[in-house]
């Protein structure tokens, strides 16, 4: 047994130190120049301490929209433009932790060919992204690179992938220059990004805060602005999560949208609720930017399962109907949460948006349903690979090794039932055409995307259930940042009747001093295959928040 | 166990009794009128031998976008054209055994309303199906039907259903009259339509020949005019086997265009691969108008499995590209199968499209791993249901008594197993590009629905390689005529090396004078979701082969 355990540390050991060698030490920041510890806000400190030239600062406080125009300009070259991610992608992992592979050589080199395109064809780019580099979750496979998943199993096996995924593939197609890929909890199965490889990410908002999950270290490193631009996935809240801890815009678009094929999943083969991928970014725009260029590329062509269906421009109506929902009635969300959607509504309300309550269908049944299909395995395909090396399990993850390998007939009943009340959710959607003046059904849902802004770390309680709701149902789903906890205003409830056990917990563990700086996001949710429409909603709500760090 | 036994005979009796209490004896043709025994070939008959008056053959003659202006313009009202579809349907029947649930007194009623409602509102229709009788497969449920799909146990389990599917909903919506179902087999799983409450559906082609299944009752009664326009439904060639038995225009479309919600399922909750429903029409451009009507009603707020995806008019390059199959390499079609396509490729050779031949990849192993998606649950549905009142299985079915009830991480690698294989069959279908002459991929490929023109009755021998594969890839699909068995020409194959022993038996037990008359039908494939490029190459291909009975 000691054996065992010695070997998933010695593993990921000589994994640590293989990434560990790839570091360029021109771009690693000393230590006196790196915050002290008891700095938990440090979204500024690379800009306030000027741990990058001038130009570096400028390229990386650039939109993915304005380093691309500015490469295609020719203000800046590729290489310029990904030197300066590299350098500080390398700061954000000292201060965060974030990063998993790195492979700034072969980026460089990218680069370089893409600035020799450019001279060869008097300045043309080859595709939209030309130049701009794009971080990754760890479950994309790169060519040349591993995927680890945070698994220790996987560290080696195989060392290297033969293949990228389709949308990697996609994405140098359009121009991309791939630098990283960034850190996720075992398996992608956690709300919060801890792994016996790589450790915990940190968030950047607030040190002693969680960075949420599985899309963790995407949403730190690009809190940083280490990119401009980054690929999460999510299967119950992944992208949702990190994006509303680290305050930043996100999509998780339906399933058949993007392309997914050939990522690595810690859930392999699994159908009932399908994974998607999608943008995160500082800059709204950018979502647009990428979501259009993705789908205007024809994304069919690389995916069997992505639907064809181009960008589609969306023309919103004056006055919004939208439902919103402040308490599913199983957590009541923490005070910072609570006061972003008043922020919110009345912002709307003064608009002159038609705001109605959502009445929520079926969205705990959804939720337990979502997690019978996570582990309708058994667990077994995680367990495997975990026992194979003495890895223990994580504490959110204990229903992996106490679930049971089901058969196809109980699953089918499962599915059937998910089939059911998913078709009830969209009844009750359209329903809401009785309540609003118009007589139209509502045109999104917003809500909060967790009781909290940013959890104190390991206390997340696995509730995600107002994030996987949305995944059974397949809507296109966006987040948007609020404001930040104010430990002068957000202060705690008094005590109150509980829902249950965790909603007294979670109650009880919220201090306003410990949350202070931390993301107050929510969700904006709209039907199937309405990731245009989100995005216009979403600019709305932003000019109406005026959000700023 | 005798008493067992009984039970099934005795329900099914029960069951037959009731929906016979219910014929208009108005309706029924005396036995001296109907065909001698010795006649094969019926599709005539009930207009060569006058058995309905001249408005009734006038307007059973129609298509269904005739019928439909006729009633606008008020020509004909919804009520005559009702009575003369009951009435020809009732006759199709009594030639055919086409029909399970009939509601005559519903469809009256509802014609009379619909012609309230044009009186009402000068002329208005509401909807593109005003007045237009459609036919349904029994999976469909209809309030105030049973829904037996062939199992013994369902005759009265429920005696009816309290909810319309959805489908059968819009169609009320959009102004159909609902007024018959049609026969299937036992759980919609075999490819001939025969089970022990109704007994087995005929071809009117040829009565000696399978209608096919499972949509048999559906291509039988339309084949006969009985209905303008039926729906079917298919999960590896149930619309697509049936339609090309009798000589049938058809789409199988892509999971996601049409709705499905709400129709009693043989095998409910299998998901691996999942059931469609399209239309099946003597004429191709009914069926543009049944999709285009669909299509632009929104589905989507019907069933939350619709792709918000609207009719899209397609323009076709003047010279398509097109890959053919004429022998999978793993049954060989009969000699007229083979004949149709060597007229098909000829008439398109003339007109300078560019013919390249298609290379199977995967089919074979898509076509057993869709039998393993099916039988995953042990067959544990159907048997139980058949099990209970004593129902002895067919032989075709006789897979779904011996397959086990597999765990959820067996089924996770099959499926991981067909992403990969359908993802491989795009790409192979993309590398067509690198064959044709103008070095753009193929727009579509065509090739036999099965080895047969009609088989001799039990002799399918359960091969659906042909059709199934494009369920897994969930192709658009659809079926075109070309043209009848001639004995005199399609003579049968010398002894070759075959490739197994089904194949040996497919090729010796083709008879010319036997399948004398079987329709001779292929399918064209177009990729996922491309339903409206199928019909517009069929109007292609119609026009170039121009089959009439």
């Keep these: 047994m000691t054996v065992i ?32 510890k008891e700095i938990k806000d440090v979204i500024n400190y690379i800009d306030s301490n000027k741990l990058l030239n001038e130009l570096e600062l400028e390229i990386t406080n650039s939109t993915a929209i304005e380093i691309t125009q500015n490469i295609k300009n020719q203000k800046w070259t590729s290489l310029q433009v990904t030197l300066a991610f590299c350098h500080r992608a390398s700061i954000a992992h000292q201060l965060c932790n974030n990063l998993t592979e790195i492979f700034f050589d072969e980026a460089i080199q990218t680069a370089k060919n893409l600035d020799q395109y450019q001279l060869d064809n008097n300045g043309g780019t080859i595709g939209p992204f030309h130049g701009l580099p794009i971080s990754l979750k760890d479950n994309f496979n790169i060519k040349g690179q591993s995927t680890t998943l945070g698994m220790v199993n996987f560290c080696f096996n195989p060392p290297k992938f033969e293949q990228d995924s389709v949308l990697v593939s996609l994405l140098r197609d359009l121009g991309a ?28 908002m607030n040190k002693l805060l969680s960075a949420g999950g599985s899309s963790g270290g995407e949403a730190s490193l690009i809190k940083l602005k280490g990119s401009p631009l980054g690929i999460g996935s999510d299967i119950g809240g992944s992208i949702r999560i990190p994006s509303s801890f680290q305050n930043l815009y996100s999509l998780k678009p339906s399933f058949g949208r993007f392309p997914t094929f050939g990522s690595r999943s810690g859930l392999p083969g699994l159908e009932s609720v399908n994974s998607v991928n999608g943008p995160i970014s500082n800059n709204l725009r950018d ?12 994304p069919w062509n690389y995916d ?6 181009p960008w589609r421009n969306v023309e919103l109506p004056k006055k919004l109907n939208i439902a919103v929902l402040i308490d599913d009635g199983h957590i009541k969300p923490t005070p910072p949460i609570r006061r972003g959607m008043d922020i919110v509504i009345s912002k709307l ?35 495997k690979e975990t026992l194979k090396v003495g890895e223990p399990l994580f504490p959110y993850m204990e229903n992996y090794g106490n679930s049971k390998n089901i058969q196809v007939s109980k699953l089918w009943k499962l599915q059937d039932e998910r089939s059911i009340l998913v078709k009830q959710v969209l009844d009750n959607w359209l329903s809401t ?28 309680y696995n509730y995600v259930g107002y994030t ?3 995944n059974l149902c397949d809507f296109a789903t966006g987040t948007f940042p609020v404001t930040r906890v104010d430990s002068s205003i957000d202060l705690p409830d008094a005590p109150r009747q509980y829902y249950n056990e965790i909603d007294c917990k979670i109650s009880n563990d919220y201090n306003p001093e410990e949350s202070h700086g931390g993301g107050v996001s929510l969700q904006l ?20 928040i005026d959000y700023k760090d």
Aim: net charge neutral.
């Design 287 to 298: 979502l647009k930017f990428y979501c259009e260029s993705i789908l205007n590329s024809e």
């Design 5 to 36: 355990k010695e070997k998933y540390k010695e593993l990921a050991n000589k994994k640590r130190l293989e990434r560990d060698s790839k570091w360029n030490l021109d771009w690693i920041t000393s230590d006196e120049k790196l915050p002290a």
């Design 177 to 204: 220059v791939l630098y990283v890929k960034t850190n996720v909890p075992v398996a992608m199965m956690m709300p919060e990004t801890t792994n016996h490889i790589w450790g915990t990410t940190l968030n950047p």
């Design 468 to 470: 996987s709701p949305f």
């Design 433 to 460: 055409s009785t309540k609003t003046q118009n007589g139209k059904p509502i045109d999104a849902i917003i809500m909060p995307v967790t009781p909290f802004a940013g959890n104190p770390i390991d206390k997340f």
């Design 525 to 544: 949710i709209c039907r199937r295959f309405q990731e245009e429409k989100v995005l216009e909603i979403l600019e709305v709500l932003k000019k109406l």
């Design 304 to 309: 069997p399962k992505v639907v064809e269906l």
């Design 349 to 383: 309300k003064s608009q002159g948006h038609d705001i109605i309550e959502w009445e929520p269908i079926n969205h705990y049944r959804l939720s337990t349903l979502i997690t019978e299909f996570f582990t309708s395995d058994g667990g077994k395909h995680v367990l």
